[in-house]
């Protein structure tokens, strides 16, 4: 197995960035979505990207905003790799063919397969060369992530044994993960990258350096299993 990469989202503080990177972050995520808990304001955005070491890369999150919009404030911040989490079109990523894009798509048991087919169908049909990964977020959670529920392991394992991620971006697995149970995921359905915000906070907004370190290295010690 290939070495699961981690990504850190909700970040609200450059030193919970940097806390983050010293002990193996391979992205920040920070909220740009107005209507967040965990929303920050362009301004701390800047100062958490400024702060980042050289190969951690820093993820814009977006809901459902203009491509004007995200562009300009994509690159007033210094961002290049972007999240969208809303009902964003393939036009959409299409649109931001200057970004790396992860397109956050919900887990619904009855209609999964045929939301993988449909990404299958836009991604040939719009040429989205930019679309480098699908996060698998929990149904019915809302639009800003970080809610702590647990996703569909078991469908989203059903998938990947199927071959129904032949072709596809690369799967980043996302809702309700935390250091007791991120080991087990990434042993059951081998994710690209796994990605956590909730499960590794002190308190809200702030990490937690025992948790971080601790999710680290249970997403190290399944990677090696």
């Known amino acids: 197995m290939s070495r699961t990469r ?26 740009l979505y107005p209507k967040a808990r965990r929303y920050i304001s362009p301004e701390v955005a800047r100062s ?13 999150v977006f809901v459902d905003e203009s491509v004007e919009m995200v562009r300009d404030l994509a690159l007033s911040i210094g961002l290049h790799t972007l999240q969208l989490h809303g009902n964003e079109t393939p036009e959409a990523i299409a649109g931001l063919s200057d970004f790396a ?4 798509i919900r887990v619904r048991r009855e209609s999964f ?9 836009a991604i040939c049909a719009h040429d989205l060369t930019n679309l480098h990964g699908l996060v698998l ?4 959670t809302g639009q800003s992530g970080g809610a702590g529920v647990a996703n569909d392991w078991s469908t989203i394992a059903q ?24 080991g087990e995921v990434v042993q059951s359905i081998q994710p690209y990258a796994v990605d956590v915000s909730s499960g590794v ?25």
């Open 6 to 31: 981690i990504k850190f989202c909700g970040v609200m503080r450059p030193e919970d960035a940097l806390l983050a990177c010293r002990y193996g972050a391979d992205a920040i995520g920070m909220i």
């Open 137 to 140: 977020e929990t149904s019915g």
């Open 159 to 182: 998938s990947k044994t199927a071959g129904l991620w032949n072709d596809l971006p690369k799967m980043i697995a996302a809702g309700g993960l935390s250091p007791e149970n991120v």
């Open 113 to 121: 397969i045929a939301t993988l087919q449909s990404w299958r169908d």
């Open 201 to 225: 906070e002190a308190e809200f907004g702030k990490k937690s350096e025992e948790k971080i370190r601790e999710f680290v290295a249970a997403v190290r010690k399944a990677g090696s299993a």
């Open 48 to 60: 958490i990207v400024r702060a980042l070491p050289p190969f951690v890369t820093p993820v814009g």
């Open 101 to 104: 894009i992860l397109k956050s």
